[in-house]
C-alpha cells in the first residue's frame, strides 16, 4: 500500500474519477432501484410502504400492450438492420484497405449528425404530401397519396435510420479480424459455400451480430422522439412510457420499474455476447 | 457469386443513408413555404432562423454547453484512463465495468437515474445539471479513445524519467500528456459532438432555464414542418463534417 503522501497525483486522480463515477452512475442507479419498489406521492414524488405495485403495474394488459408493441418495433428494426448490415459488413471488409478508411468515415458523417434534424428529413420524405408520394403520384403510378407518415412502418425506418451504423461498425470489426485461411481450409477441406459459411463465418462472426443486437435493440426501445414525430400516439416506445411517466404522470415507481426492465434486457444481452466471444476463444485455442 | 453484387449493396445503402440528408440541404435553400414543393432557390430559411431570439440563444447555450463539457470529459476521462493504464489499485475491474456500463446502457436509463439524482440533492435543473449528465455520457468514450493511444506505448520512457528523478506528477507532465495528446484531442471532439446532439439525456435534466438547441429543435418538429429546421440541420452537417475531419486528421497525422 502507498500511503498519500508518497504519491498524492495517484491519489488526487483515483479519487476524482472514483468519486464522479460513485456519485453520478452507481448512486443514481440505485436509486432508480429504490424508487422501483416506493409508493407513488403526488407531493414529493415517492414516499415510504415499500411494494411491487409498480412492477405489477407493468404487467397491466395496457401497458403490456405497449411493451409487447415496442418489443416488436425493436426486433424488427434490429433483423432489418442485420440483414441490411451484414452483407454489408462482409462487402466493406473486403474493399481494399485504403478506401475502406474513407468508407468507415462517410458511415460515421450521419450519425455524428444531429438525429432529431435526420428523423426530422424523413418526415419531409414520408409525409402524405411528401417526396416519394409526389414521385409516384408525378409518375401516374399511383393514384391517391399513400399514407406512410404516423405508422408503425415510419417508426421502424425512422429506428432502423438512426441505429444502422451501431449494428454495422460491431459487424464490420469482426469480419475485418475474420482470417481468410479459415474460410479457404473449409473450402479445401470440401465443405461448399453454404456449409462454410454456416458452420465457419457465422460462427466466428457471431460475437459481432450479438454485438451489434445490443447496440441497436436497447436503443431501439429508448429513443422516444423516433416514434413523436413519425409514428404519432399510437406506436409508443417504451421509451415514451417511461419519459410520460416521468416527467408527466409523475408517476416515479412506475417509470422507475419499466426502466429496471430494459437494464435487465440488456444484462441478459451481455452475458450472451460474453459466453459467446469465449466459445470463440476457446475453439480458437483448441 | 455475382461479383459487382457486394459493391452494388454498398452503393444501394450509402445512397439511402445521404438521400434525407440530401433532402434537408436541397430544402435548405427553397424558397417556397409550404415545405413540400420547390419555389427557387432562396436563403430566407437561413434569415428567419438567425432573426429568432430564442433559436440563437439557444445556439449559444449549446455551445457553451458542449465546449464546458467536452473540456471535463476530457480531462477527467485522461485523468482516468492514465490511471488504468498505470496503477494498480482496488477494484480497478469495477471502474471499467462501471464505465463500460455507463457507455452500453440505454440512454433513457441514463436519463432518469440522473434526474432522480438531482432532485434528490437539490441540484437546480439548468447549466450545472446538464453539464454533470453529460460529462458523465462522455466520459467512457474519452477513456477509451484515451487507452488505445496508451495500449501501444513503450513503457520504457515513462520508467528512464522515473530513473532519472522525476516525481509522477512531472513524469505524467512530460513523458504521458505529450504522448496522448492526438487521443485528448480527438476525444475532446468527439465529446463535443455528442453533447450537442444529445437529445435522450437532456430532455430530462434541463431546466426552464437554460433552453438548448436540441430540445428547440425537438419542440418545432413535434408539430408539422418548419423549414428553417432545414437551414439549422444544414448547419449542423456542415459543423459535424469538419469536427469529425479535424478528428480524423490529427489522429491519423499522429500516426505517421
Redesign the interface.
Known amino acids: 500500500m502507498s500511503s498519500i503522501r508518497q ?4 491519489t488526487a ?2 479519487v ?3 468519486g ?2 460513485l ?7 440505485l ?2 432501484v429504490g ?1 422501483s419498489v416506493m409508493t407513488r406521492d403526488p407531493g414529493s ?1 415517492l414516499s415510504l410502504p415499500l411494494n411491487l405495485d409498480a412492477y405489477r403495474q407493468l404487467m397491466d394488459p395496457l401497458y403490456l400492450d405497449v411493451f409487447l408493441h415496442s418489443l416488436y418495433m425493436a426486433a424488427v428494426t434490429t433483423l432489418a438492420c442485420l440483414l ?1 448490415g451484414y ?2 459488413a ?3 471488409s ?2 481494399e484497405k485504403r478506401r475502406q478508411l474513407l ?1 468507415i ?6 450519425f ?14 414520408l ?1 402524405t ?3 416519394i408520394n ?1 414521385a409516384l403520384l408525378s409518375l401516374g403510378w399511383i393514384d391517391e397519396p399513400v399514407r406512410m407518415l404516423y405508422t408503425e412502418g415510419a417508426v421502424i425506418i425512422g429506428l432502423v ?1 438512426l441505429l ?1 451504423p451501431f449494428m454495422i461498425l460491431p459487424l464490420y470489426s469482426v469480419f475485418d479480424d475474420l482470417r481468410e485461411e479459415l474460410v479457404m481450409a473449409s473450402h479445401d477441406l470440401g465443405a461448399g ?1 453454404f456449409a462454410t459459411f454456416v458452420h465457419v463465418i457465422v460462427p466466428l462472426t457471431l460475437p459481432g451480430v450479438l454485438a451489434g443486437v ?2 441497436v435493440l ?2 431501439a ?5 423516433v416514434p ?2 413519425l409514428g404519432g400516439s399510437r406506436n409508443l416506445l417504451v ?1 415514451n412510457v ?2 410520460n411517466q ?2 408527466d404522470a409523475r408517476n ?1 415507481p412506475f ?2 420499474a419499466a ?1 429496471i426492465v ?2 435487465l434486457t ?1 444484462a441478459v444481452l ?1 452475458l450472451a455476447h460474453r459466453i459467446s466471444k469465449q466459445r470463440i476463444g476457446e475453439e480458437g485455442s483448441a | ?1 455475382i461479383r459487382w453484387l ?2 452494388a ?2 452503393m444501394l ?2 445512397g439511402l ?5 440530401a ?2 440541404v436541397v ?1 435548405s435553400f427553397n424558397d417556397s413555404r ?4 420547390w419555389g427557387g432557390l432562396s436563403l430566407r430559411w437561413y434569415e428567419t432562423l438567425f432573426n429568432n431570439h430564442a433559436m440563437v440563444e439557444a445556439m449559444w447555450n449549446s455551445l457553451w454547453l458542449a465546449l464546458s463539457a467536452a473540456t471535463v470529459s476530457t480531462l ?1 476521462g485522461g ?2 484512463a ?2 488504468l493504464h498505470r ?1 494498480r ?1 482496488r ?1 480497478k475491474r469495477v ?1 471499467n465495468g ?2 463500460f ?2 457507455m ?7 436519463a ?6 438531482f ?2 440533492v437539490g441540484i437546480q435543473l439548468g447549466y450545472v445539471s446538464l453539464l ?2 453529460h ?2 455520457f462522455c ?1 467512457p468514450f474519452v477513456v477509451i479513445t484515451v487507452m488505445a493511444r496508451l495500449s501501444g506505448f513503450d513503457e520504457s520512457l515513462p520508467e528512464a524519467a522515473r530513473d532519472l528523478g522525476a ?3 512531472t513524469m ?1 507532465r512530460t513523458v504521458l500528456i505529450p504522448v496522448i495528446m492526438p487521443a485528448l484531442l480527438a476525444g475532446w471532439l468527439l465529446g463535443f ?1 455528442l453533447s ?2 444529445d ?2 439525456v437532456s ?2 435534466v434541463s431546466g426552464p432555464t437554460y433552453e438548448i438547441l ?1 430540445l428547440r ?2 419542440s418545432m ?2 408539430v408539422g ?1 418548419k423549414p428553417e ?2 437551414a ?2 444544414t448547419l ?2 456542415v459543423f ?2 469538419v ?2 475531419s479535424l478528428s ?1 486528421w490529427i489522429l491519423t497525422r499522429s500516426k505517421q
Not at chain 1, 504519491?7 to 495517484?10: A, E, I, L
Not at chain 1, 455524428?112 to 420524405?125: E, F, Q
Not at chain 2, 443513408?17 to 440528408?21: A, D, E, G, H, S
Request: net charge positive; hydrophobic share 65%.
Open positions: 504519491q498524492p497525483f495517484r486522480v483515483l476524482l474519477v472514483w464522479w463515477l456519485f453520478l452512475v452507481l448512486a443514481p442507479n436509486l432508480v424508487a414524488f441490411i452483407p454489408f462482409w462487402a466493406l473486403k474493399v468508407l468515415f462517410f458511415l460515421i458523417v450521419p455524428w449528425t444531429n438525429s432529431l434534424v435526420r428523423t426530422y428529413a424523413l418526415k419531409l420524405i409525409a404530401n411528401g417526396l409526389s435510420y444502422l459455400r445490443m447496440l436497447l436503443p426501445m429508448g429513443l422516444f422522439f413523436d414525430i421509451g417511461i419519459k416521468f416527467l416515479w417509470g422507475a426502466s430494459l437494464t440488456m451481455m | 457469386m457486394p459493391r449493396w454498398l445503402i450509402y443513408l445521404y438521400v434525407p440528408i433532402v434537408l430544402f409550404s415545405g413540400y414543393t477527467i485523468l482516468t492514465l490511471a496503477y489499485f477494484g471502474l462501471m464505465l456500463v455507463v452500453m446502457s440505454p440512454e433513457i436509463v441514463l432518469i437515474s440522473l434526474l432522480a439524482l432532485l434528490l454533470l449528465a460529462v458523465t466520459l516525481s509522477d506528477f505524467t459532438t450537442l446532439d437529445v435522450v430532455t430530462f436540441p429543435i425537438y418538429v413535434r414542418l429546421v432545414n439549422l440541420g449542423l452537417l459535424s463534417l469536427m469529425l480524423q
